[in-house]
């Protein structure tokens, strides 16, 4: 039984992917403040972890990373609403992608599980 | 099995990627995926073997520099390893050879240095103690030419102003990623940029030409006013070349008046498939690294350093 990653299509899905993910992310008026300002080019890094993680691949990320790195953001008023808002617009990439949605409920399985960390609880 | 890395010995085992063993002996390196794509844990390779997944999505010069990702990485006996920091680069003599006026305010300086640049990156100078970055213009072998421009009561202008073939001066670099890649050769190239901020898209510009690019390449120049807009006649004469003045105050009637962001996004409203070249006032940079990806350029593809007043580079 090949992994979630193989099945999406490893990197080179995650390469069809993030530019989509973040333009729609930062064409989204519920989240977009909170990208004000933001290098694209260390962002484009960000988002290809981020999106590596979630589809099942490898990565080493730590609950503590995600605390430390969303703090600044739910000072600024992060909270449920934004962070559903973000595993949608994962949604709809993925659907554009032609991924199937019983593999787009898996990836957003994974994101769930980083909720309380992100949103520092 | 040991490989080096900045100058120390470090133990490794069989099968083992460099940055594991660099984190297990306690190295202070950067990292975070561990999968060859945040390009956290950068490392400059002086010798020894680099698969190509180490440097795949790396910037062209960071590539060329030696550039690789230690978690891509085998360790290897034959692996020499530094730290890749950019500010650790040396700073080198410099002699100018030439300096002539552009505009009423921005001049040309030609400098000779022993530095391999490629158009469009940027170099640091110091001159009387104080420190700028510059664009590259030009550069031919140990030539290189940067656009500066005079700002009354500016420190470093005062400098530049009385500036004179011969002077000394030191350089660090190069720095930067915005430079023309010649693995795109038909993809349209945008080019945006605001007073001399002109300077590396010249430089990508002119490689690009000299490269054989086939693709559509538009240039849009914005200035405060038409007087401002410097190399107009090259520009307007360059084969394959769509060049668009832009100025705030126009006295010229070929400017189109206001931003040359603005100008460019309403020519080009699609910007899927381009590579996006932008420099100027860190206002203008970051309004066009947005509204470019929005409008279909990827990240990947929109370089810019941002350009702050006097020359400092961000």
Redesign the interface.
């Known amino acids: 039984m090949s992994t979630l990653f193989e099945q999406i299509g490893g990197e080179a899905a995650v390469d069809a992917a993030v530019n989509k993910f973040y333009r729609r992310v930062l064409a989204d008026d519920r989240v977009n403040e909170f990208f004000e300002g933001v290098d694209m080019e260390r962002q484009a890094a960000k988002q290809k972890a981020f999106l590596t993680m979630v589809f099942g691949g490898p990565h080493n990320y730590t609950g503590k990373d995600m605390r430390e790195g969303h703090r600044h953001l739910v000072q600024r008023g992060l909270n449920d609403s934004h962070f559903d808002a973000i595993v949608e617009n994962l949604g709809a990439t993925l659907k554009d992608l032609g991924v199937a949605d019983d593999l787009i409920a898996q990836v957003a399985a994974i994101a769930e599980t980083t909720r309380d960390d992100v949103l520092d609880r | 099995m040991t490989f080096h890395f900045e100058g120390r010995k470090i133990q490794a085992a069989q099968g083992e990627t460099v940055l594991d063993a660099l984190l297990r002996s306690g190295e202070p390196v950067g ?10 844990c950068l490392v400059r390779v002086q010798s020894g073997p680099v698969p190509p997944k180490a440097r795949q999505g790396l910037a062209l010069p960071v590539a060329e520099q030696g550039g690789a990702l230690s978690c891509c990485l085998k360790a290897d006996e034959a692996l020499d390893l530094q730290p890749f920091r950019e500010e650790d680069l040396p700073w080198v003599a410099a002699k100018v050879t030439r300096v002539r006026h552009l505009s009423p305010d921005v001049i040309e300086v030609k400098i000779e240095a022993d530095l391999a640049v490629r158009p469009g990156q940027f170099l640091r100078v110091k001159g009387e103690g104080m420190e700028r970055a510059y664009s590259v213009a030009e550069t031919t072998g140990s030539l290189h030419a940067f656009h500066i421009r005079l700002i009354p009561g500016g420190q470093m202008s005062a400098l530049w102003a009385q500036v004179q073939p011969g002077a000394a001066l030191t350089l660090q670099g190069p720095f930067g ?1 915005s430079v023309y890649d010649p693995a795109h050769p038909d993809r349209p190239l945008l080019l945006i940029g605001s007073g001399t901020g002109l300077a590396p898209l010249w430089g990508v510009l002119n490689d690009a030409l000299a490269q054989g690019h086939r693709g559509a390449i538009s240039l849009y120049h914005g200035a405060a006013s038409s007087a401002g807009l410097y190399y107009r006649d090259e520009l307007e004469a360059m084969v394959g070349v769509h060049y668009v003045p832009c100025a705030d105050a126009v006295t010229d009637p070929r400017d189109r008046p206001g931003s040359p962001l603005a100008q460019a996004l309403q020519d080009h409203p699609d910007l899927t498939g381009y590579a996006v070249y932008l420099c100027g006032s860190p206002g203008l940079v ?1 309004a066009a ?2 509204q470019c ?2 409008a ?1 350029a ?3 593809d ?1 370089f ?1 350093d941002p350009y702050v007043p006097q020359g400092v580079k961000a």
């Open positions: 990292h975070g995926c561990k999968a060859g794509v945040c390009q956290a990623r970051n690294q947005r990806f929005l279909g990827d990240m990947q929109i810019s």
